[in-house]
């Protein structure tokens, strides 16, 4: 499947360098075999060009590779067990870490605080995270440690959520609240700057530079083993960047990266020309480029912090309070769009999302229309009156199909309780959107969702409505890998080299262990990547 338009099926395709030669049938391609050529038989497995990963975080993924998994685990006992087991098999860890622990872990009704986790363990500073990376909770020995259980101012839209005995009650809720906790780690915390501050570390050492570069090492070649040949990285972190361009020019990517500059709600406009677009001039190739601007706009709807049209379900008056106001979001969509960076903002909630379509359409206005490729992260409800606007501003949807409650694991509650019935037909609203024109990208957020691609394909194909008559979000098949293949590189500007199987474009490639046109939906996500080539260079073999 070469996902090209002009050319969708094909037997063969041959590659000389980081080229494809040509793609058609086998006669037409093994024209150019010689006796030194390498031949791999996919055996009837279906050849893509490689999947583009549009939406994770590198870094923090990478650590979390080591870091206890949480996901799948339900109830009070299961949870004791699996982080005792944890602790007694890494005694030396100076926090122990926990991923992909639900909102509703202990149960529907009852919250995790401090004093579960310390009945858990006591003696050692304990964090477990939730899938979505927006909220985690703390015993009371790492609070302590950390300086925060007697609270702490952590910024607008940011909290450490408080008992009623006026201590910390060991939830914490975004980046802010969680990074004192997360300073006591093995790292530092230092996978979270890029998402959580847009800064750098301070005082690094050597050796902690030389233990994150293989970090991040180790997670680059876990993308290539999931067949993953581009990433976009949205940690927008010079010293990511720079241990990246350090890997590339020692031992060659295993994947293309894409990052952007990160602009925090307390940063000058100046930033956008001092540092962004001074990013984009000095980090410009095929492999690494630099060329874009993230920002947040809101939180996650189950902690509070989305921003809504109307008022939470379950909270009466409460909207939510944004990151930025909407004279400050323009003024950086403006001089963005002025200095010619697309813009990714992290919107949640519908009232987040329509006040990034302002900021754009602001743009728009303020610097005249262009090919602006600005993009929506997550948009995990939207207005109904906000669906045209998608296509009319010519913004990208940018959506993870194992985020939908219910899909991945992922329990129904809090969430469905937080919207409403009401919102739930804008809910993930992918087939909504592609209808009414918006260009669309999948991805998973990873380490927010696990990342493999094939799962997450999966999921995008065997969704379930939350109740009879609801509108079907599926897309078809061909839809789904476009949004992980053709599109992704479009969204790059890149689409005149990759996201297709073309002769003369880059030889990123993944060979799958199945035919995923004849596979029924249910089976997709054991069909396995066996080969993945990035750059004409294979970067995995199963």
Sequence with gaps: MTMDDANPNAEAIAIAGNRILAVGSEAQVDAFSGPDTHVIDAKGGTVLPGFNEAHMHIFGGSVGLTQLSLFGVSGYEALEKAVRDYAAANPDLPLLEAQYADYTILSVDERVTRHHLDRIIVDRPFMMVAPDHHTAWANTIALKQAGILEGG??????????????????????????RPVAALSETGGREMLGVGTGGDPENLTPDERAKDIAVIKRGLAYCASLGITSIQNMDGSLYQLEMLDEIEKVDGLPVR?????????????????????????????????????????DGVTESGTAVFVDD?????????????????????????????????????????????????EAAASANGGRDARNRIEHIEVIHPDDIPRFAQLGTIASMQPTHPPGNAGLPLEPYLSCIGEERWPYAFAWRTLTDAGAEI???????????????????AMTRKTWKDGMPDQRLSLKETLAAYTRTSAWVEFMEDRKGV???????????????????????????????????GRITHQA
């Design 312 to 360: 939470y379900s379950n909270q009466p008056g409460w909207k939510g309070d944004p990151l930025f106001t909407q004279d400050h979001f323009n003024n950086v969509a403006i001089v963005a769009d002025k200095l010619g960076l697309p813009v990714a903002v992290h919107a949640i909630g519908d009232g987040a999302v329509r006040m990034v379509l302002n900021g754009y």
């Design 441 to 459: 990208v999948f991805a998973t957020d990873w380490p927010v969702s696990p990342l493999d691609p094939m799962s997450c394909i999966y999921d």
């Design 153 to 178: 101012d952590v910024g607008v839209g940011n909290e450490i959520v408080m008992g009623p005995d006026g201590l910390a009650n060991g939830e914490l809720r975004e980046s802010n609240a969680m």
């Design 257 to 297: 990266v894409r990052m952007p500059f990160h602009m925090k709600n307390f940063m000058p406009l100046s930033d956008l020309e001092d540092k962004a677009a001074a990013w984009r001039k000095r980090f410009d190739t095929d492999k690494l480029r630099c060329d874009f601007v993230k920002l947040f706009m």
């Design 501 to 535: 199987l073309k002769q003369g474009y880059l030889a990123d490639i993944v060979v799958l262990s199945g035919d995923v046109e004849a596979a029924a939906s249910e089976a997709l996500a054991g069909i396995r990547p066996v080969t993945t080539i990035c750059d």
